[in-house]
């Protein structure tokens, strides 16, 4: 089903923009699909002579669903004061490990770079929704102030003024680690989780390291997060003493190397890490099994082996 005076591929072309756009803002690919579907149901229910008016479908349901965004960011943060404990974004898998069953092919629509690590969709979160649209769509997306501006209903002075300050929210820039890099921690945090060692742990943490877990009141989770790195390597050890038959995966986390936890092949937990000179400084721990619905395979695991 293609939009006026456009072809399906460029209809096709244009959701998975919209379903990146709206992922980087919502923080969930579940709402980003809703939100999109509802931007294009918007779209087939005006009048023919309506949608052969605009000159742009394109610009039409970028808008829209910027706006949809927007309405869903201002009423999810009044849920996310409810919601049990710590609210983390849905961790996504790669492109391989993606659950089927889930959609049609939501991995092939998905560019996985920076600006969807769950480092920088945290620090997403701590915007306000006007600042995090103007930023996504600029910084991010390119999108000029001025279209910003009918996204948001302000000028586009007002619009440059909150990407400005959303920036400062993101902070010094710092180089970003290799992959390479990242990968080798983490699987010298597996090995040393694996082995119970906590010296191990604790030297391969920052001693300012910060542990965040999203059990959203489903399944148990620390609900305040844990603070150094002496603390966490204990609470990780223990966990693995109360946990048998846990295997734990090295696996790609929002594009960059995490862990996996699954038993009898359903993943249970979904872990991600910012690792700055070698050392981990956070790590952000997803249990909530509804925002892990993307790892599941037919409905219940994701692929085995490592």
Same mark, same amino acid.
């Given at each position: 089903?293609?939009?006026?005076?456009?072809?399906?591929?460029?209809?096709?072309?244009?959701?998975? $923009?919209?379903?990146? %756009?709206?992922?980087?803002?919502?923080?969930? &690919?579940?709402?980003?699909?809703?939100?999109? $579907?509802?931007?294009?149901?918007?779209?087939?229910?005006?009048?023919?002579?309506?949608?052969?008016?605009?000159?742009?479908?394109?610009?039409?349901?970028?808008?829209?669903? *910027?706006?949809?965004?927007?309405?869903?960011?201002?009423?999810?943060?009044?849920?996310?004061?409810?919601?049990?404990?710590?609210? &983390?974004?849905?961790?996504?898998?790669?492109?391989?490990?993606?659950?089927? *069953?889930?959609?049609?092919?939501?991995?092939? $629509?998905?560019?996985?770079?920076?600006?969807?690590?769950?480092? +920088?969709?945290?620090?997403?979160?701590?915007?306000?929704?006007?600042?995090?649209?103007? +930023?996504?769509?600029?910084?991010? +997306?390119?999108?000029? +102030?001025?279209?910003?501006?009918?996204?948001?209903?302000?000028?586009?002075?007002?619009?440059?003024?909150?990407?400005?300050?959303?920036?400062?929210?993101?902070?010094?820039?710092?180089?970003?680690?290799?992959?390479?890099?990242?990968?080798?921690?983490?699987?010298q945090v597996k090995e040393a989780w694996e082995a119970k060692d906590i010296a191990a742990l604790i030297a391969l943490l920052d001693p300012a390291a910060v542990m965040t877990a999203d059990g959203g009141g489903m399944v148990g989770a620390v609900l305040r997060?844990?603070?150094?790195?002496?603390?966490?390597?204990?609470?990780?050890?223990? %966990?693995?003493?109360?946990?048998?038959?846990?295997?734990?995966?090295?696996?790609?986390?929002?594009?960059?190397?995490? &862990?996996?936890?699954?038993?009898?092949?359903?993943?249970?937990?979904?872990?991600?890490?910012?690792?700055?000179? *070698?050392?981990? &400084?956070?790590?952000?721990?997803?249990?909530?099994?509804?925002?892990?619905?993307?790892?599941?395979?037919?409905?219940?695991?994701?692929?085995?082996?490592?």
């Amino acid at each position: 089903m293609g939009t006026a005076g456009t072809s399906t591929d460029e209809t096709a072309d244009e959701r998975r $923009q919209l379903i990146n %756009i709206s992922y980087r803002l919502l923080g969930s &690919l579940a709402e980003a699909e809703d939100a999109v $579907q509802e931007a294009y149901a918007r779209w087939y229910a005006l009048p023919r002579s309506r949608q052969e008016a605009i000159v742009s479908p394109g610009a039409w349901l970028s808008t829209v669903t *910027g706006r949809i965004c927007l309405d869903m960011l201002g009423s999810a943060r009044a849920r996310r004061e409810r919601y049990v404990g710590a609210w &983390l974004p849905e961790p996504l898998p790669d492109r391989a490990e993606w659950g089927h *069953g889930h959609g049609a092919d939501p991995a092939d $629509q998905m560019v996985m770079d920076e600006s969807v690590t769950m480092a +920088f969709l945290v620090v997403l979160e701590s915007m306000t929704p006007a600042e995090r649209v103007a +930023f996504v769509l600029h910084d991010v +997306f390119r999108y000029p +102030f001025a279209e910003i501006a009918g996204i948001l209903g302000r000028t586009p002075a007002a619009c440059k003024q909150l990407a400005a300050s959303a920036r400062r929210r993101v902070g010094v820039a710092r180089a970003p680690v290799t992959a390479a890099g990242q990968a080798d921690t983490v699987r010298q945090v597996k090995e040393a989780w694996e082995a119970k060692d906590i010296a191990a742990l604790i030297a391969l943490l920052d001693p300012a390291a910060v542990m965040t877990a999203d059990g959203g009141g489903m399944v148990g989770a620390v609900l305040r997060p844990i603070e150094g790195g002496a603390r966490i390597a204990q609470y990780m050890a223990a %966990i693995a003493d109360s946990a048998p038959g846990l295997e734990l995966l090295e696996r790609s986390v929002n594009g960059v190397p995490g &862990l996996v936890a699954q038993r009898a092949g359903v993943v249970m937990t979904v872990a991600s890490f910012d690792v700055v000179d *070698g050392s981990v &400084l956070r790590i952000w721990v997803v249990r909530n099994p509804e925002k892990l619905r993307p790892w599941a395979r037919d409905g219940q695991d994701v692929s085995g082996g490592s």
